[in-house]
């Protein structure tokens, strides 16, 4: 696979790398068809998280307000057993404002919510989903890989989503500009402690 090095190659002209939230909502512009959100996490947030117990990991599939989600994320984790310090707290917070913007961009208000504990390969092949459009974050673990395709094919080069870097994807039901090419899968599964926390936004139906 390739690195962050590399990155920079696969931005063109497909995927935009942002800096800042605000830059999520640059896939509403012609020709993108997935957003990057480059950014670090808190201090010891990663190695705090890659410490917990699995049975402390929150798991959820929920349809809620966007305004909601804080709270309904807070219960999953209380739910959990996950040990309430300032790094949980500031993965509620970024849950919830991710939420947040997803649905401002999405235009909706109401919107579903996954937060998966994954064990195994559970999405091997590259595909579009059908949504709108799809925000995911893998919080623990190796993030999603994607890669641009002609029709037919496999991506020839295949990117790593980095750990905690949310992607704005396009999916099938995206109603403006041309289908997207970009199609993406989930990571194989790799040395170590292969289990990833991964969150998944979509618009409610």
């Known amino acids: ?15 935009t790398v942002t800096g800042h939230a ?8 012609a020709g993108v068809s997935a957003v990057l959100w480059q950014r670090p996490r ?16 929150p798991s ?13 994320v807070t219960a999953c984790c209380d739910a959990a057993g996950m040990p309430d310090t300032t790094s ?12 947040k913007r997803f649905a401002a961009i999405l ?5 579903r919510l996954k937060l998966n504990v994954i064990h195994s390969v559970t999405c091997p092949k590259f595909h579009v989903d059908a949504v709108p459009a799809r925000l995911l974050c893998t919080y623990r673990g190796t993030g999603t890989q994607y890669g641009i395709a002609r029709p037919g094919n ?6 790593d989503t980095p750990t905690g870097a949310p992607l704005l994807l396009r999916g099938k039901q995206w109603q403006d500009d041309a289908p997207t ?25």
């Open 60 to 72: 959820a599939q929920l349809t809620v307000p966007a305004a909601g989600v804080a709270e309904a």
């Open 22 to 29: 605000e830059g999520l909502a640059t896939i509403h512009d």
């Open 42 to 57: 808190p201090p010891g947030f990663d190695e705090w998280i890659a410490a917990l117990p699995l049975d402390q990991l």
């Open 154 to 159: 496999a991506p020839a080069e295949v990117f």
């Open 107 to 111: 235009r909706v208000t109401d919107i």
């Open 88 to 99: 949980r707290q500031w993965l509620i917070e970024d849950i919830a404002a991710l939420a």
């Open 1 to 15: 696979m390739n690195d962050m090095a590399t990155l920079e190659r696969a931005t063109s002209p497909r995927v």
């Open 181 to 205: 090419t970009l199609l993406h899968r989930s990571p194989s599964l790799r040395g170590g402690d292969p289990t990833r926390l991964l969150m998944v936004i979509d618009p409610a139906a």
